[in-house]
């Protein structure tokens, strides 16, 4: 070999070589400062994000759910979509924590939003990392009350993206179970029908002098106390599938509750949709005809606009919601009414009706038919008391954090030191992946994500 060749080999070798090291170097400083694993080791945020879980399939109606194994396997779990029970296999798998990717370097530019998922050292052992959700910004001054969040004496009401960001999932339309659908046709009216998850409103008369309307009412089951197959009709409540092999000692009727559907108006249709705390009861009309859209309070007119309604086979989204004493309708991801209101003090109990969707006039379509429930931050896991430090405003540099599981989570409700202090903030989660099992190489223990539950935290 020439010496020019041998010179230029060793030239091209050296590059590569430094190549290769600044590609290590590369990564190693993404993963340490800007994108890093992390294991979720407990169910404080379930079933947002799951700690050592089991994944089920109702054998009744096919809604999916996972539990939570912080107190081990269980053996017999309730389906919260149908409130079947059934027994869990002896070969039941056992999963464990989801896994984590956390964008590390967001927080040196901002701060953390409010109702934003966190990762932070915990205040009391710095060794140890947790995840909760803010709720309190620095400066304010946090109190809990009707499961909702209060800062300095104002109730904290979450926007359109917030509420579908916390939202739990009560019952989807799209799994009935075996007793039939809890969405009944009011049998005066008739003209509506279901059809594969879909319910078709068809009006089976010409309605030329009076146009009379066909409602389609929401009813909530429980299983009845001590009973496997016996249902009683009763307000939706805080409790969470996620939550099957823990000792749960009290449960809260759920006024914040939302409906989510997909619809389809005819131009000469009508459509109303109807929702009610038990004290208060709002009704939002979709007249396509004339593109417009109106919103009553207890039968009287507040609030009406002009609104570009679909005709024919279009279709629009319907979000409607009494999530923090607010209500809130949004159409195709735009809210177009959003109005607070106070609950009476004498308010009578969440009704187990809380929805209603009717329809006159032309045919109607109504689809992905799902009803939601709002976090409720009330007891303190067991063993634990609620500090009295929560009474004094955060300070400057301090914020103010929950778990989604308020029966299972230790966090600002119990530290003598409520907030966590910015310079304890490791970042914000971005991708949430969950693991079918963890596996050896080399000597060293990796997950291995399960593709198709990767998902997005908003």
Same mark, same amino acid.
């Given at each position: 070999?020439?010496?020019?060749?041998?010179?230029?080999?060793?030239?091209?070798?050296?590059?590569?070589?430094?190549?290769?090291?600044?590609?290590?170097?590369?990564?190693?400083?993404?993963?340490?400062? @800007?994108?890093? %694993?992390?294991?979720?080791?407990?169910?404080?945020?379930? /079933?947002?994000?799951?700690?050592?879980?089991?994944?089920?399939?109702?054998?009744?109606?096919?809604?999916?759910?996972?539990?939570?194994?912080?107190?081990?396997?269980?053996?017999?779990?309730?389906?919260? +979509?149908?409130?079947?029970?059934? !027994?869990? %296999?002896?070969?039941?798998?056992?999963?464990?924590?989801?896994?984590?990717?956390?964008? !590390?370097?967001?927080?040196?530019?901002?701060?953390?939003?409010?109702?934003?998922?966190?990762?932070?050292?915990? /205040?009391?052992?710095?060794?140890?990392?947790?995840? *909760?959700?803010?709720?309190?910004?620095?400066?304010?001054?946090?109190?809990?009350?009707?499961?909702?969040?209060?800062? +300095?004496?104002?109730?904290? !009401? *979450?926007?359109?993206?917030?509420?579908?960001?916390? #939202?739990?999932?009560?019952?989807?339309?799209?799994?009935?179970?075996?007793?039939?659908?809890?969405?009944?046709?009011?049998?005066? #009216?008739?003209?509506?029908?279901?059809?594969?998850?879909?319910?078709?409103?068809?009006?089976?008369?010409?309605?030329?002098?009076?146009?009379?309307?066909?409602?389609?009412?929401?009813?909530?089951?429980?299983? #009845?106390?001590?009973?496997?197959?016996?249902?009683?009709?009763?307000?939706?409540?805080?409790?969470?599938?996620? &939550?099957?092999?823990?000792?749960?000692?009290?449960?809260?009727?759920?006024?914040?509750?939302?409906?989510?559907?997909?619809?389809?108006?005819?131009?000469?249709?009508?459509?109303?949709?109807?929702?009610?705390?038990?004290?208060?009861?709002?009704?939002?009309?979709?007249?396509?005809?004339?593109?417009?859209?109106?919103?009553?309070?207890?039968?009287?007119?507040?609030?009406?606009?002009?609104?570009?309604?679909?005709?024919? +086979?279009?279709?629009?989204? @319907?979000?409607?919601?009494?999530?923090?004493?607010?209500?809130?309708?949004?159409?195709?991801?735009?809210?177009?009414?959003?109005?607070?209101?106070?609950?009476?003090?004498?308010?009578?109990?969440?009704?187990? $009706?809380?929805?209603? @969707?009717?329809?006159?006039?032309?045919?109607?379509?109504?689809?992905?038919?799902?009803?939601?429930?709002?976090?409720?931050?009330?007891?303190?896991?067991?063993?634990?008391?609620?500090?009295?430090?929560?009474?004094?405003?955060?300070?400057?540099?301090?914020?103010?954090? @929950?778990?989604? +599981?308020?029966?299972?989570?230790? &966090?600002?409700?119990?530290?003598?030191? %409520?907030?966590?202090? !910015?310079?304890?903030?490791?970042? *914000?989660?971005?991708?949430?992946?969950?693991?079918?099992?963890? $596996?050896?190489?080399?000597?060293?223990?990796?997950?291995?994500?399960?593709?198709?539950?990767?998902?997005?935290?908003?």
């Amino acid at each position: 070999m020439h010496a020019a060749s041998a010179v230029r080999v060793r030239r091209d070798v050296g590059v590569a070589v430094q190549a290769l090291v600044t590609a290590l170097i590369v990564i190693l400083a993404v993963r340490a400062w @800007l994108v890093q %694993p992390f294991g979720i080791v407990s169910g404080s945020m379930g /079933p947002t994000l799951l700690g050592p879980h089991s994944h089920v399939v109702c054998q009744t109606c096919g809604w999916a759910f996972d539990y939570g194994l912080d107190a081990g396997q269980a053996e017999l779990v309730v389906c919260r +979509n149908c409130d079947h029970a059934q !027994r869990v %296999p002896d070969d039941q798998p056992q999963l464990p924590g989801e896994g984590l990717l956390v964008d !590390r370097s967001v927080f040196r530019w901002r701060d953390p939003r409010r109702w934003e998922v966190v990762v932070f050292r915990d /205040p009391r052992r710095a060794e140890r990392v947790e995840i *909760k959700r803010v709720v309190g910004m620095p400066g304010e001054r946090i109190t809990l009350d009707e499961g909702d969040v209060w800062a +300095n004496g104002q109730r904290v !009401r *979450k926007t359109l993206s917030q509420q579908q960001a916390v #939202a739990q999932l009560v019952h989807d339309a799209d799994h009935p179970s075996r007793d039939g659908s809890r969405w009944h046709a009011d049998e005066t #009216a008739g003209d509506w029908f279901e059809r594969q998850g879909t319910f078709v409103f068809a009006p089976s008369a010409p309605r030329e002098s009076e146009l009379r309307t066909a409602w389609l009412t929401y009813r909530h089951e429980r299983l #009845a106390p001590g009973s496997s197959n016996r249902f009683v009709p009763g307000p939706v409540e805080d409790f969470a599938a996620y &939550d099957q092999t823990q000792t749960v000692v009290e449960t809260h009727a759920m006024r914040d509750l939302a409906l989510g559907c997909r619809l389809r108006l005819s131009a000469d249709s009508e459509l109303f949709a109807s929702c009610s705390d038990g004290s208060t009861e709002f009704e939002v009309r979709f007249v396509p005809a004339r593109q417009l859209v109106e919103l009553r309070r207890d039968g009287r007119l507040v609030q009406s606009r002009r609104l570009e309604l679909p005709g024919g +086979n279009e279709q629009g989204r @319907l979000w409607l919601s009494l999530f923090d004493s607010q209500l809130l309708a949004a159409w195709n991801g735009e809210p177009i009414f959003v109005l607070a209101y106070d609950r009476p003090a004498d308010a009578p109990s969440p009704t187990a $009706r809380p929805f209603r @969707l009717g329809a006159t006039g032309g045919p109607s379509e109504v689809a992905d038919l799902r009803v939601w429930r709002d976090l409720h931050y009330a007891q303190m896991p067991e063993g634990h008391v609620e500090s009295t430090a929560g009474a004094s405003p955060l300070p400057g540099d301090a914020f103010y954090v @929950l778990g989604d +599981n308020s029966r299972r989570s230790i &966090d600002s409700r119990a530290w003598p030191e %409520p907030g966590v202090s !910015r310079h304890l903030l490791v970042g *914000k989660p971005v991708l949430v992946y969950d693991s079918p099992g963890i $596996r050896q190489l080399a000597g060293r223990a990796f997950r291995i994500p399960d593709f198709s539950r990767i998902r997005y935290i908003r």
